[in-house]
């Protein structure tokens, strides 16, 4: 019933042309990039924060780390953790530099534990198809030592057609300690994946990669009815099945669907698309899906439905960029899914770049855009509004960054980081108490 709430007022928020609640929280800055030995320190975070059992954040920066090369002159990324002092204050260290023909360049997108305190990711790579492993994308682990250093291990690197290419998301486990995937590219057709990577059966082994889904296999590459480009990774419900989003695809290919994978036995893979995109109702779903406890689907739109003053301008042929949005899918008893929307419209937000993460009758998320044009933070409920929680480049020269990406909710407050801006231009970590 809370659900439903939340999204009864989602429909009632487009038709009313953005429906929305002012209130600024309490934003704190927890770490500037920077701060540490300029762009060796990290540079340009993304993906929302890990957390252990002790309160340390976990994440990743796309440049920086003082590993250069002819592909990444900028840095080729970091794995970072920012620590509570006692006292108060937070201090980071670099537990990983990449170094692109060694282990990968441009880590993407958040990390997930293990049982055990492991940290798994992924790097981008060039996104190339004519890329050379590691350089198409890596799926990596880092695994804690008792003298505080960490040691990083290649799982899997992926080779370029008709192996992926650039996988842009996190990945995911299942029970029996599988990882899922998608990468962005590659595959038979060239618009991406979805893979699984399966542990060793002994010791010392190699971890075995096993490709689920190649996209763009119906209505061919004018069409995708299938779907390309899948920018996001997969979620799991509780029966096995996998659900993500591609940016491309369906009808009109350019705005991009939903999709759920369900397995078979002996391994088989079959796909079915829950949901396409248009211009008018919002479309191109950059972010990844996340389930509530009844069952829903909930995730954001780049792209489509309004336009905006703060929105992105772009063009994006042969449509023009508006604010895009964020949407709830419910499962119908009957078979098929419905749809409702919640329309961005410039001031209270546009163009989110990432997924919500759901708490109770309540969303949370962030758009790239909107606000004062740098980006917001928001949480929707279920008594009736979209609040905004805090608009970027609120303070002198950004110093509170630009251009928000992931966020995560730990002990009551939201933590996340924010590609661009802050003192030294490199990106910040911050906190908000809603």
């Known amino acids: 019933m809370r659900s439903a709430r939340l999204w009864i007022l989602f429909a009632v928020s487009v038709s009313l042309g953005s429906v929305f609640a002012r209130a600024q929280a309490k934003y704190n800055i927890v770490y500037t990039f920077g701060t540490n030995g300029g762009p060796n320190d990290g540079w340009s975070p993304n993906g929302g924060p890990a957390f252990d059992g002790l309160g340390n954040l976990y994440g990743t920066t796309y440049f920086g780390g003082g590993n250069t090369s002819s592909l990444c002159p900028d840095g080729c990324g970091t794995v970072f953790e920012v620590s509570p002092v006692a006292g108060g204050g937070w201090t980071e260290s670099l537990l990983h530099s990449f170094a692109d023909s060694q282990d990968g360049l441009h880590p993407s997108g958040s990390l997930v534990f293990d049982a055990q305190g492991n940290l798994y990711g992924t790097t981008a790579g060039t996104g190339s198809d004519s890329c050379q492993a590691p350089d198409c994308g890596t799926v ?3 695994s804690p030592a008792l003298d505080g250093t960490w040691m990083e291990s290649i799982l899997y690197s992926f080779a370029g057609p008709p192996d992926g290419v650039d996988p842009t998301a996190p990945v995911i486990f299942d029970a029996e300690g599988n990882l899922y995937g998608t990468t962005y590219r590659g595959g038979t057709n060239g618009f991406g994946t979805v893979f699984e990577l399966s542990p060793p059966s002994l010791p010392g ?6 490709i689920l889904y190649d996209f763009c296999q119906v209505g061919g590459p004018q069409k995708c009815s299938d779907g390309a480009y899948p920018n996001a990774g997969v979620v799991l419900d509780g029966l096995g099945n996998l659900y993500g989003t591609t940016t491309n695809g369906a009808v009109q290919k350019v705005w ?14 079959t796909q079915s698309v829950l949901h396409e995109f248009d211009a008018s109702n919002g479309g191109i779903p950059e972010a990844g899906l996340s ?14 439905g309004l336009s905006g003053p703060t929105c992105n301008k772009e063009m994006y042929p042969p449509y023009s960029i508006a604010c895009g949005g964020a949407f709830r899918l419910t499962p ?17 937000g546009g163009n989110p770049l990432v997924g919500l993460v759901v708490d109770g009758s309540s969303v949370y998320g962030t758009t790239s855009k909107g606000g004062k044009g740098y980006g917001t933070v928001y949480r929707i409920t279920g008594g009736g509004s979209e609040t905004v929680l805090y608009k970027f480049c609120s303070r002198s020269n950004c110093t509170d960054g630009d251009t928000p990406d992931g966020i995560t909710l730990n002990s009551g407050q939201i933590y996340g980081v924010t590609q661009h801006a802050g003192a030294y231009n490199q990106g910040v970590v911050f906190s908000i108490a809603p």
């Open 205 to 210: 082994g190699s971890w075995t990669e096993s």
């Open 291 to 304: 389930f509530d406890t009844a069952g829903n689907l909930y995730g954001t739109v780049y792209s489509g």
């Open 332 to 348: 119908n008893r009957g078979g098929g899914w419905t749809e409702r929307k919640f329309l961005f419209s410039g001031q209270n």
């Open 256 to 269: 991009g669907l939903v999709y759920e994978l369900s397995p078979h036995p002996g391994g088989a893979w």
């Open 140 to 142: 990596f682990e880092l």
